[in-house]
């Protein structure tokens, strides 16, 4: 069955630290990955996907993910965390054989601290 | 342009009773998404509609659940006997023709079950 992990429910990083969210996933064959980011009050975002081709994938407001088959991760990193970026991350994974069910983590709440 | 759009933005309703959750997706936007979000278990994938063809209801998780969408644009999702545990944010998502992959989200609708 898929599933997709978010180890953390929270991680705290200072202003200009880089950031690391984690995600791995369970999905047999080559999976599509995506990164949805929650800001308080507000809709889910679009931030990247993974769906073919080079492992490192940039997104939105400076996000990058990494997709390592060995490991089937796909951990969202930035290289300078701004407060701003404080919100809720999800992973969501999705089986290109299978229909478009999706399936999401837990998410991880992120804390910029100034 | 105008966004996913949802309404209620807010329902209260009784236990045994039924409930009508409205999305109206973005103009054009041919695939519709349903989902749940539960406090610490990440979003919960409902129903899918894509233009014409038949839906996956495989994420409904009890027969007091439908949906349907109508001339391939709005949508509503019905409750029925709700009970405690429907309690949650219904969240609404579309996506543009091509692009099945890159959602875009609503504000969602928070039910609470009396």
């Known amino acids: 069955a898929q599933s997709v992990a978010q180890p953390e429910d929270q991680v705290n990083v200072a202003e200009g630290n880089p950031l690391t969210v984690k995600c791995t996933y369970s999905v047999s064959g080559n999976p599509y990955l995506f990164w949805y980011v929650q800001y308080p009050n507000r809709g889910l975002q679009f931030l990247l996907k993974?769906?073919?081709?080079?492992?490192l994938v940039k997104g939105s407001y400076g996000f990058e993910a990494e997709f390592n088959k060995s490991q089937t991760s796909f951990h969202l990193k930035k290289p300078s965390a701004l407060v701003s970026d404080s919100a809720l991350y999800f992973c969501a994974v999705r089986d290109p054989k299978g229909t478009y069910k999706y399936i999401f983590g837990t998410g991880t709440r992120l804390k910029v601290l100034a | 342009g105008a966004g996913v759009s949802q309404s209620p933005s807010n329902k209260v309703t009784e236990k045994g009773k039924d409930v009508e959750l409205r999305c109206d997706p973005i103009?054009?936007?041919?695939?519709l998404y349903w989902y749940r979000q539960s406090l610490g278990q990440g979003l919960e994938f409902l129903i899918y509609?894509?233009?014409?063809?038949?839906?996956?209801k495989s994420g409904l998780p009890s027969d007091r659940f439908s949906a349907e969408r109508t001339g391939g644009s709005v949508s509503t999702l019905t409750i029925q006997r709700t009970q405690q545990e429907d309690s949650a944010v219904y969240l609404c998502?579309?996506?543009?023709?091509?692009?099945?992959?890159?959602?875009?989200f609503g504000p969602g609708t928070r039910l609470t079950v009396l």
């Open positions: 993974y769906i073919t081709g080079d492992n």
């Open positions: 103009s054009g936007h041919t695939a």
């Open positions: 998502a579309s996506s543009p023709p091509g692009r099945a992959d890159t959602q875009y």
């Open positions: 509609f894509q233009g014409n063809s038949a839906p996956d």
